[in-house]
């Protein structure tokens, strides 16, 4: 005897290859979105903004080949096979994850996960090396990774006593810091916001740092010099003109 199909286990065989269209179209949207949005900047290097969008224009193509394909067969048991994404649990967990991205926007590192990641005046092996240093650069127009990578050839602060600055970055409040001293740092992208790392400069104020509350923005103008902090000899910058900025559209070097 032939079984008798039932209705209730047909139903989901015909919404899982929609689930896969959802999931696919989903990913593509929100790789756009943060392009579109201008947030892209916040998740990855700029290098590789081609590849997302790259990858979301061809997330859309995928999943309107596919709907198109469901559409024209009528057939339950065809159209239960047709599946780019296995069916089920992994398609319902991409699209929750893509539904969750769409719903909340990145959100720039602050000070505090800039404390948990060690904030640092030096550039390591595997990070950002200083090819792209230019000693050609007059000092005030340097930026705070090039003050960085200045340090990483040439670390012996002395050299630069007297130099003018003008930088921007946020505040950070170590607590080993004397209180009339605050740390200037941006947070450094490599390749995404996973190997993201703060690098920073101390400011010493001519008042105590509760003026300026940690992740404020700050433009700050003065000049170099050499300070002893926690037993090491250290460039710092004596400020003499501390501006509160708005938090740039582009928060992050590269």
Request: hydrophobic share 40%; glycine share 4%.
């Given at each position: 005897m032939?079984?008798?199909?039932?209705?209730?286990?047909?139903?989901?065989?015909?919404?899982?290859?929609?689930?896969?269209?959802?999931?696919?179209?989903?990913?593509?949207?929100?790789?756009?979105?943060?392009?579109?949005?201008?947030?892209?900047?916040?998740?990855?290097?700029?290098?590789?903004?081609?590849?997302?969008i790259t990858g979301g224009l061809g997330f859309l193509v995928v999943s309107g080949l596919k709907a198109l394909e469901l559409l024209r067969r009528r057939r339950t048991r065809v159209a239960a096979h047709i599946t780019l994404f296995p069916p089920g649990f992994s398609s319902t967990l991409l699209l929750t994850t893509a539904i969750v991205g769409l719903l909340f926007t990145p959100r720039v590192f602050a000070s505090q996960t800039a404390l948990q990641r060690g904030v640092t005046d030096s550039l390591g092996v595997t990070r950002t090396q200083p090819q792209a240093f230019?000693?050609?650069?007059?000092?005030?127009?340097?930026?705070?990774?090039?003050?960085?990578?200045?340090?990483?050839?040439?670390?012996?602060?002395?050299?630069?006593?007297?130099?003018k600055v003008k930088l921007q970055g946020?505040?950070?409040?170590?607590?080993?810091?004397?209180?009339?001293y605050l740390l200037l740092s941006r947070f450094v992208i490599t390749c995404c916001a996973a190997d993201a790392y703060p690098v920073?400069?101390?400011?010493?104020?001519?008042?105590?740092?509760?003026?300026?509350?940690?992740?404020?923005?700050?433009?700050?103008e003065g000049k170099m010099s050499t300070e002893n902090l926690g037993d090491k000899r250290q460039l710092t910058i004596q400020a003499s003109s501390l501006k509160q900025i708005s938090e740039p559209q582009n928060p992050y070097d590269y």
């Open positions: 032939n079984s008798i199909p039932n209705p209730k286990s047909s139903i989901p065989n015909l919404l899982r290859p929609w689930l896969d269209v959802l999931a696919i179209a989903s990913w593509g949207i929100l790789m756009l979105k943060y392009w579109l949005t201008g947030k892209l900047n916040l998740l990855i290097h700029p290098n590789y903004f081609w590849l997302v230019r000693s050609s650069i007059p000092p005030e127009e340097r930026s705070l990774l090039d003050w960085v990578r200045t340090l990483n050839v040439y670390p012996e602060p002395d050299a630069y006593t007297g130099q946020f505040v950070i409040h170590p607590p080993e810091l004397p209180p009339e920073g400069l101390p400011v010493k104020l001519l008042t105590a740092r509760q003026a300026y509350p940690p992740d404020t923005w700050l433009e700050i």
